[in-house]
């Protein structure tokens, strides 16, 4: 079992930057990739950034250059920083841990972008 908690959303006008955090507990040792996904209303759940145990990231086409994933394994916390960002980016922002074939998600913060 592992356990997700999200938080660092919160209101935000254009342009600005916001950190998200997701702190793992329990086996964290058995989680291969940490992601951050969204979900806007009305939309269906997107893939933001992925990192690896390995330390491999990705970032999704469309927030590359202004996203950034990072991890501090002393912390087990896993983070996305958000740099210039837009109404469009308004959503509700998931963290998730895949273990062997098992997914695992936090409850999600808000992230509000105001133009």
């Known amino acids: 079992q592992v356990q997700l908690v999200e938080s660092g959303g919160g209101l935000v006008q254009a342009g600005g930057s916001l950190r998200l955090s997701c702190a793992t507990s329990g086996n964290i040792v058995s989680i291969y990739v940490m992601g951050w996904y969204r979900q806007a209303p009305g939309k269906q759940r997107e893939l933001v950034a992925t990192?690896?145990?390995?330390?491999?990231?990705m970032v999704a086409d469309s927030m590359k250059g202004r996203f950034t994933i990072s991890r501090d394994n002393a912390k087990n916390t896993v983070y996305l920083e958000m740099n210039n960002l837009k109404p469009e980016d308004t959503a509700v922002y998931y963290c998730k841990a895949q273990v062997f074939a098992m997914d695992y998600w936090g409850k999600g913060t808000l992230v509000t972008v105001s133009s």
């Open positions: 990192i690896t145990r390995g330390g491999s990231r």
